[in-house]
Protein backbone atom coordinates (compact mmCIF):
# COMPACT_ATOMS: atom_id res chain seq x y z
CA UNK A 1 0.00 0.00 0.00
CA UNK A 2 1.13 3.19 -0.92
CA UNK A 3 -0.21 6.90 -0.94
CA UNK A 4 -0.06 9.63 -3.64
CA UNK A 5 2.20 12.06 -2.13
CA UNK A 6 0.54 14.90 -3.58
CA UNK A 7 -2.54 14.00 -2.27
CA UNK A 8 -4.24 16.41 0.32
CA UNK A 9 -5.67 14.32 3.05
CA UNK A 10 -6.14 17.78 5.59
CA UNK A 11 -9.82 17.72 4.99
CA UNK A 12 -10.35 14.26 6.71
CA UNK A 13 -12.84 13.61 9.50
CA UNK A 14 -10.37 11.62 11.52
CA UNK A 15 -9.73 12.76 15.04
CA UNK A 16 -8.87 11.89 18.56
CA UNK A 17 -10.78 11.69 21.56
CA UNK A 18 -7.20 11.45 24.09
CA UNK A 19 -7.04 9.44 26.84
CA UNK A 20 -10.25 8.39 28.86
CA UNK A 21 -10.98 6.44 31.90
CA UNK A 22 -10.71 2.55 32.18
CA UNK A 23 -13.97 1.55 33.14
CA UNK A 24 -14.69 -1.54 31.69
CA UNK A 25 -18.61 -1.22 30.79
CA UNK A 26 -20.13 0.53 27.68
CA UNK A 27 -23.33 2.56 28.92
CA UNK A 28 -25.53 1.24 31.58
CA UNK A 29 -26.19 -2.57 32.15
CA UNK A 30 -23.56 -3.73 29.63
CA UNK A 31 -20.60 -4.83 31.38
CA UNK A 32 -17.79 -5.91 28.86
CA UNK A 33 -15.44 -8.12 30.25
CA UNK A 34 -11.67 -8.17 29.67
CA UNK A 35 -10.30 -11.05 26.89
CA UNK A 36 -11.52 -12.43 24.12
CA UNK A 37 -12.82 -15.44 26.01
CA UNK A 38 -15.76 -13.79 27.25
CA UNK A 39 -18.12 -11.14 25.75
CA UNK A 40 -15.42 -9.02 25.64
CA UNK A 41 -12.56 -7.85 22.38
CA UNK A 42 -13.95 -8.21 18.60
CA UNK A 43 -17.09 -10.01 19.74
CA UNK A 44 -18.36 -7.15 22.05
CA UNK A 45 -18.46 -5.01 18.52
CA UNK A 46 -21.59 -6.37 16.93
CA UNK A 47 -23.31 -7.00 20.75
CA UNK A 48 -23.27 -3.40 21.06
CA UNK A 49 -24.87 -2.79 17.36
CA UNK A 50 -27.46 -5.01 17.72
CA UNK A 51 -28.26 -3.20 21.12
CA UNK A 52 -28.77 -0.05 19.33
CA UNK A 53 -30.77 -1.71 16.56
CA UNK A 54 -33.32 -2.49 18.97
CA UNK A 55 -33.25 0.24 20.81
CA UNK A 56 -32.25 3.37 18.69
CA UNK A 57 -33.07 2.25 15.03
CA UNK A 58 -36.58 0.25 15.61
CA UNK A 59 -37.69 2.09 18.65
CA UNK A 60 -38.10 -1.46 20.77
CA UNK A 61 -37.05 -1.14 24.02
CA UNK A 62 -35.51 1.64 26.19
CA UNK A 63 -31.98 3.44 26.02
CA UNK A 64 -29.50 0.30 27.30
CA UNK A 65 -26.66 2.20 26.48
CA UNK A 66 -25.54 5.28 28.04
CA UNK A 67 -27.56 8.04 29.82
CA UNK A 68 -31.25 9.66 28.23
CA UNK A 69 -29.07 12.39 27.15
CA UNK A 70 -26.86 9.99 24.65
CA UNK A 71 -24.10 10.47 26.82
CA UNK A 72 -21.12 12.97 27.05
CA UNK A 73 -19.33 14.28 24.35
CA UNK A 74 -16.09 13.26 22.68
CA UNK A 75 -13.09 15.48 24.62
CA UNK A 76 -10.60 16.93 22.28
CA UNK A 77 -7.31 16.80 24.35
CA UNK A 78 -5.68 14.79 22.11
CA UNK A 79 -6.68 16.82 18.93
CA UNK A 80 -3.36 17.45 17.69
CA UNK A 81 -2.70 13.76 16.82
CA UNK A 82 -3.19 14.22 13.08
CA UNK A 83 -2.18 18.47 13.07
CA UNK A 84 0.68 17.23 10.70
CA UNK A 85 -1.58 15.28 8.44
CA UNK A 86 -2.03 16.55 5.65
CA UNK A 87 -0.42 14.83 2.40
CA UNK A 88 -0.01 11.61 1.33
CA UNK A 89 3.74 12.23 1.66
CA UNK A 90 2.97 12.52 5.28
CA UNK A 91 0.61 8.80 5.09
CA UNK A 92 3.73 7.25 3.24
CA UNK A 93 5.56 7.92 6.37
CA UNK A 94 2.93 8.12 9.49
CA UNK A 95 0.35 4.97 10.70
CA UNK A 96 -1.52 8.12 12.09
CA UNK A 97 -1.32 10.03 8.32
CA UNK A 98 -1.92 6.58 7.03
CA UNK A 99 -5.00 6.18 9.22
CA UNK A 100 -6.32 9.52 8.11
CA UNK A 101 -5.90 9.01 4.56
CA UNK A 102 -7.37 6.18 4.45
CA UNK A 103 -10.73 7.60 6.37
CA UNK A 104 -10.69 10.36 3.30
CA UNK A 105 -10.86 7.37 0.82
CA UNK A 106 -13.92 5.76 2.37
CA UNK A 107 -15.27 8.75 2.16
CA UNK A 108 -14.64 9.90 -1.38
CA UNK A 109 -15.14 6.13 -2.65
CA UNK A 110 -19.01 5.61 -0.86
CA UNK A 111 -20.13 9.42 -1.75
CA UNK A 112 -19.56 8.05 -5.33
CA UNK A 113 -21.06 4.83 -5.02
CA UNK A 114 -23.98 4.68 -2.49
CA UNK A 115 -26.19 7.40 -4.57
CA UNK A 116 -24.82 5.41 -8.01
CA UNK A 117 -25.78 2.28 -6.96
CA UNK A 118 -28.76 2.99 -4.72
CA UNK A 119 -30.49 6.52 -4.98
CA UNK A 120 -29.30 6.97 -1.24
CA UNK A 121 -27.84 9.95 -0.63
CA UNK A 122 -24.69 9.98 1.64
CA UNK A 123 -24.08 11.48 4.39
CA UNK A 124 -20.01 11.00 5.62
CA UNK A 125 -19.04 9.42 9.12
CA UNK A 126 -16.46 10.46 11.56
CA UNK A 127 -13.27 8.24 12.60
CA UNK A 128 -12.68 8.63 16.67
CA UNK A 129 -9.45 7.31 17.88
CA UNK A 130 -8.67 6.98 21.46
CA UNK A 131 -6.57 5.61 24.47
CA UNK A 132 -7.86 3.30 27.31
CA UNK A 133 -11.52 4.40 27.12
CA UNK A 134 -14.00 6.69 25.57
CA UNK A 135 -17.06 8.71 26.23
CA UNK A 136 -19.57 8.38 22.66
CA UNK A 137 -21.93 11.19 22.12
CA UNK A 138 -24.65 8.60 21.31
CA UNK A 139 -23.23 5.13 22.67
CA UNK A 140 -22.35 5.95 26.21
CA UNK A 141 -18.60 5.07 27.78
CA UNK A 142 -16.57 1.97 26.04
CA UNK A 143 -13.28 0.46 27.42
CA UNK A 144 -10.72 -0.73 24.77
CA UNK A 145 -11.35 -4.00 25.76
CA UNK A 146 -15.03 -3.35 22.74
CA UNK A 147 -12.37 -3.42 20.25
CA UNK A 148 -13.17 -0.92 16.80
CA UNK A 149 -16.98 -0.27 16.90
CA UNK A 150 -19.48 1.86 14.84
CA UNK A 151 -22.25 3.65 16.81
CA UNK A 152 -25.31 3.80 14.91
CA UNK A 153 -27.09 6.28 17.23
CA UNK A 154 -23.83 9.57 16.64
CA UNK A 155 -22.93 7.91 13.24
CA UNK A 156 -19.21 7.76 14.21
CA UNK A 157 -16.37 5.10 14.39
CA UNK A 158 -14.70 4.25 17.32
CA UNK A 159 -11.06 3.10 17.38
CA UNK A 160 -8.60 1.88 20.00
CA UNK A 161 -5.27 2.16 17.89
CA UNK A 162 -3.79 -0.54 20.01
CA UNK A 163 -6.10 -2.84 19.01
CA UNK A 164 -4.25 -4.38 16.52
CA UNK A 165 -1.25 -5.30 17.99
CA UNK A 166 -2.32 -6.26 21.02
CA UNK A 167 -5.45 -8.50 20.54
CA UNK A 168 -5.25 -9.11 16.41
CA UNK A 169 -1.63 -9.99 16.78
CA UNK A 170 -1.06 -10.16 20.53
CA UNK A 171 -4.18 -12.57 21.36
CA UNK A 172 -5.78 -13.53 18.11
CA UNK A 173 -2.40 -14.52 15.90
CA UNK A 174 -3.17 -12.50 12.88
CA UNK A 175 0.09 -11.72 10.88
CA UNK A 176 -0.63 -7.91 10.33
CA UNK A 177 0.64 -6.12 7.80
CA UNK A 178 -0.21 -2.19 6.69
CA UNK A 179 -3.35 -3.11 5.06
CA UNK A 180 -4.97 -4.65 8.46
CA UNK A 181 -5.74 -1.68 9.59
CA UNK A 182 -7.75 -0.59 6.57
CA UNK A 183 -9.49 -3.29 6.16
CA UNK A 184 -11.00 -2.80 9.59
CA UNK A 185 -11.80 0.49 8.95
CA UNK A 186 -13.57 -0.50 5.48
CA UNK A 187 -15.68 -2.94 7.60
CA UNK A 188 -16.86 -0.45 10.01
CA UNK A 189 -17.43 2.13 7.25
CA UNK A 190 -19.73 -0.55 5.97
CA UNK A 191 -21.96 -0.22 8.95
CA UNK A 192 -22.32 3.38 9.01
CA UNK A 193 -23.38 2.42 4.98
CA UNK A 194 -25.75 -0.11 6.30
CA UNK A 195 -26.88 2.18 8.51
CA UNK A 196 -28.10 4.89 5.64
CA UNK A 197 -29.41 1.91 4.07
CA UNK A 198 -31.69 1.27 7.00
CA UNK A 199 -30.50 -2.11 6.55
CA UNK A 200 -29.68 -2.70 10.38
CA UNK A 201 -33.25 -2.96 10.41
CA UNK A 202 -33.54 -6.36 8.86
CA UNK A 203 -31.90 -7.70 12.06
CA UNK A 204 -33.58 -9.86 14.10
CA UNK A 205 -31.98 -13.11 14.67
CA UNK A 206 -28.88 -12.78 16.91
CA UNK A 207 -26.54 -15.76 16.99
CA UNK A 208 -26.17 -18.71 14.77
CA UNK A 209 -24.38 -19.37 11.30
CA UNK A 210 -26.78 -17.92 9.24
CA UNK A 211 -28.05 -15.03 11.65
CA UNK A 212 -29.13 -11.60 10.79
CA UNK A 213 -26.17 -10.47 13.08
CA UNK A 214 -23.43 -12.80 10.61
CA UNK A 215 -25.48 -11.44 7.53
CA UNK A 216 -24.88 -7.63 8.60
CA UNK A 217 -21.38 -8.67 9.71
CA UNK A 218 -20.37 -10.76 7.14
CA UNK A 219 -22.06 -7.89 4.46
CA UNK A 220 -19.68 -5.24 6.34
CA UNK A 221 -16.62 -7.50 5.21
CA UNK A 222 -18.29 -7.10 1.35
CA UNK A 223 -18.19 -3.92 1.57
CA UNK A 224 -14.62 -2.82 2.72
CA UNK A 225 -13.85 -5.80 -0.61
CA UNK A 226 -15.79 -3.21 -2.74
CA UNK A 227 -13.85 -0.28 -1.16
CA UNK A 228 -10.60 -2.44 -2.01
CA UNK A 229 -11.24 -2.88 -5.28
CA UNK A 230 -12.14 1.11 -5.72
CA UNK A 231 -9.79 2.60 -3.76
CA UNK A 232 -7.27 3.26 -6.05
CA UNK A 233 -9.59 5.43 -8.26
CA UNK A 234 -10.30 7.32 -5.04
CA UNK A 235 -9.67 11.05 -5.06
CA UNK A 236 -9.27 14.11 -2.79
CA UNK A 237 -11.19 16.94 -3.04
CA UNK A 238 -9.46 18.00 -5.96
CA UNK A 239 -9.49 15.23 -7.50
CA UNK A 240 -6.19 14.12 -6.95
CA UNK A 241 -6.00 9.93 -6.16
CA UNK A 242 -5.36 9.29 -2.72
CA UNK A 243 -3.47 5.57 -3.83
CA UNK A 244 -0.71 5.30 -5.43
CA UNK A 245 -1.20 1.37 -5.22
CA UNK A 246 -2.62 -1.87 -3.15
CA UNK A 247 -1.25 -4.77 -4.13
CA UNK A 248 -1.41 -8.39 -4.25
CA UNK A 249 0.43 -8.36 -0.70
CA UNK A 250 -2.08 -5.90 1.00
CA UNK A 251 -5.26 -8.13 -0.26
CA UNK A 252 -3.54 -11.39 1.42
CA UNK A 253 -2.71 -9.08 4.96
CA UNK A 254 -6.98 -8.16 4.60
CA UNK A 255 -7.85 -11.72 4.12
CA UNK A 256 -5.72 -12.68 7.18
CA UNK A 257 -6.97 -10.01 8.89
CA UNK A 258 -10.67 -11.68 8.41
CA UNK A 259 -9.74 -14.89 9.28
CA UNK A 260 -8.65 -13.89 12.15
CA UNK A 261 -11.72 -12.33 13.50
CA UNK A 262 -13.86 -15.22 12.22
CA UNK A 263 -16.27 -16.41 15.59
CA UNK A 264 -14.45 -19.95 15.30
CA UNK A 265 -10.98 -18.81 15.10
CA UNK A 266 -11.58 -16.39 18.32
CA UNK A 267 -13.74 -19.18 20.10
CA UNK A 268 -10.56 -21.38 19.76
CA UNK A 269 -8.29 -18.74 20.85
CA UNK A 270 -9.98 -18.56 23.82
CA UNK A 271 -9.63 -21.77 24.91
CA UNK A 272 -13.00 -23.32 23.56
CA UNK A 273 -14.52 -25.53 21.17
CA UNK A 274 -16.06 -24.28 18.11
CA UNK A 275 -20.01 -23.54 18.35
CA UNK A 276 -21.84 -22.46 15.46
CA UNK A 277 -25.05 -21.86 17.17
CA UNK A 278 -22.42 -19.09 19.52
CA UNK A 279 -21.88 -17.05 16.16
CA UNK A 280 -22.34 -13.00 15.27
CA UNK A 281 -19.87 -12.20 12.94
CA UNK A 282 -19.43 -15.23 11.04
CA UNK A 283 -16.63 -17.71 10.78
CA UNK A 284 -13.06 -16.94 9.32
CA UNK A 285 -13.72 -18.39 5.79
CA UNK A 286 -17.29 -16.66 5.63
CA UNK A 287 -15.82 -13.76 6.29
CA UNK A 288 -12.83 -14.69 3.81
CA UNK A 289 -15.08 -14.99 1.33
CA UNK A 290 -17.73 -11.88 1.48
CA UNK A 291 -14.57 -9.88 1.35
CA UNK A 292 -13.55 -11.47 -1.80
CA UNK A 293 -17.19 -11.48 -3.16
CA UNK A 294 -16.82 -7.67 -2.75
CA UNK A 295 -13.70 -7.26 -4.22
CA UNK A 296 -13.70 -9.21 -6.89
CA UNK A 297 -18.20 -7.99 -7.68
CA UNK A 298 -18.11 -4.43 -6.51
CA UNK A 299 -21.62 -4.11 -6.13
CA UNK A 300 -24.13 -3.32 -3.56
CA UNK A 301 -26.29 -6.24 -5.06
CA UNK A 302 -23.23 -8.74 -4.86
CA UNK A 303 -22.79 -7.51 -1.47
CA UNK A 304 -26.71 -8.63 -0.65
CA UNK A 305 -26.15 -11.27 2.10
CA UNK A 306 -29.81 -10.97 3.47
CA UNK A 307 -30.62 -12.48 0.31
CA UNK A 308 -27.96 -15.25 -0.02
CA UNK A 309 -29.44 -18.85 0.78
CA UNK A 310 -26.28 -20.22 1.48
CA UNK A 311 -23.40 -17.53 3.35
CA UNK A 312 -20.52 -20.47 2.72
Known amino acids: MRFNPKARIDTGRTRDAGRGSS ?19 IGSVVIILLFLVLTQCTGVGGNLLGSDD ?40 WS ?11 TPTDV ?22 Y ?3 DRTIYLDSTFFDDVLEGQLGGQGGDFVEPYVLAHEYGHHVQNLLGTMGKVRTQQ ?16 AGMWTKGAVD ?41 DPDGWTHGSSAQRMRWFRIGLEGGTLRDCDTFAARDLG
Do not use: M
Open 234 to 274: STDDSGTRIFESIDDGDISEALDAAKTVGDDRIQEASGGRV
Open 112 to 122: ATLPQQSGTDF
Open 151 to 153: CPA
Open 208 to 223: GPESDAVRLELQADCY
Open 23 to 41: GGGLGRGLPIPSGIGGRGG
Open 70 to 109: GGGSVGSDGADRYAECRSGADANESADCARKAVEVSLRSF
Open 128 to 149: VTFSNGVQTRGCGSASSAVGPF
